[in-house]
C-alpha cells in the first residue's frame, strides 16, 4: 500500500482506552502511516518491530495491523498463535493482503475484524479503521458472503481419522477466530456449560492442554 500524506482540518483526542499497534518492519513510511492515522483518527498509535516478541501486557483493548507482506508463513502462524492468548482484548485487521489471498487463510486470524488490499487507498483504510473503532468489521462483499456461506458447515477435518464430531470441528473453527466460550455459546445456540465439555473432549482427542494449543495444533493439521 503506497501511504500517502493524509490530510485534515482538527486533530481528535486520542481514545485513552484504544490503541493502535502496527506490526511491520520499521521504516519512515510506517513511521508517517502511524503519525497520519493517529492525527486522523484520534487514536494511541505504537510501532512494533514484526520480528520481535509481543511481550509487554495487553491492558487496552488493541487494534493490531498486521503486514503481512513483510511476513512468511512461519512467522504468520506465529503471530496468529500469539494474537490468539489475548482474543478478549485484541482485533486484528490486515494490511497489504495478497489480492488472491484466500479466504480460508483469513479465517486462520483470531478476532479478524478488517482486510486491507495493496489496492486500498487512503480513505478506504481509514474508513475500515473507523468501522473497527465502533465494533464493527470491514470486509470485502465477497468475504462476507463467503463467511455467510460457511456459517455453520463442517470444514477441513477427516472425523473418521482424527474421531472430532462436526459440533467439536465448529467449536474449534470458531476458537481459531478468536471466540469466548459465551461468543461459541452465542453462535452455535447452546450453553457455555456445554461449550467447556465440548474443548475438554476435543483437548483430549488432539492431546492439547489448552486453547493457544489447540489453535496452534489446528493450524498444523487442519486440511485445507
Request: some cysteine; hydrophobic content about 35%.
Given at each position: ?18 490503541v493502535l499497534l502496527l506490526v511491520t518492519k520499521p521504516s519512515l513510511q510506517s513511521s508517517a502511516l502511524l503519525l497520519q492515522l493517529s492525527y486522523k483518527l484520534g487514536i494511541n498509535t505504537k510501532l512494533h518491530h514484526i520480528n520481535k516478541p509481543l511481550d509487554e501486557p495487553v491492558s487496552d483493548e488493541l487494534l493490531v495491523i498486521f503486514d503481512i507482506a513483510q511476513a512468511d508463513k512461519k ?150
Amino acid at each position: 500500500m503506497t501511504i500517502e500524506t493524509f490530510q485534515s482540518n482538527t486533530q481528535k483526542t486520542p481514545q485513552s482506552n484504544k490503541v493502535l499497534l502496527l506490526v511491520t518492519k520499521p521504516s519512515l513510511q510506517s513511521s508517517a502511516l502511524l503519525l497520519q492515522l493517529s492525527y486522523k483518527l484520534g487514536i494511541n498509535t505504537k510501532l512494533h518491530h514484526i520480528n520481535k516478541p509481543l511481550d509487554e501486557p495487553v491492558s487496552d483493548e488493541l487494534l493490531v495491523i498486521f503486514d503481512i507482506a513483510q511476513a512468511d508463513k512461519k512467522m504468520t502462524s506465529h503471530w496468529q498463535t500469539t494474537l490468539s492468548q489475548y482474543r478478549t482484548r485484541v482485533k486484528t485487521l490486515l494490511l497489504n493482503a495478497p489480492e488472491d489471498y484466500p479466504f480460508y487463510e483469513i479465517e486462520r486470524w483470531p478476532t479478524i475484524s478488517a482486510v486491507f488490499y495493496p489496492s486500498t487507498g487512503e480513505t478506504q483504510l481509514t474508513d475500515g479503521i473507523s468501522s473497527v473503532l465502533r465494533d464493527e468489521c470491514y470486509f470485502s462483499p465477497r468475504f462476507t458472503r463467503y463467511l455467510v456461506n460457511q456459517s455453520g458447515q463442517q470444514r477441513y477435518f477427516n472425523h473418521q481419522q482424527n474421531g472430532i464430531t462436526q459440533r467439536e470441528s465448529e467449536i474449534l473453527n470458531k476458537l481459531r477466530m478468536g471466540a469466548s466460550n459465551h461468543e461459541i455459546a452465542q453462535l452455535l445456540f447452546i450453553s457455555e456449560n456445554t461449550v467447556k465439555t465440548h474443548l475438554y473432549n476435543l483437548f483430549k482427542k488432539i492431546s492439547v492442554k489448552n486453547r493457544t494449543q489447540a489453535v496452534s495444533w489446528a493450524n498444523e493439521n487442519l486440511r485445507r
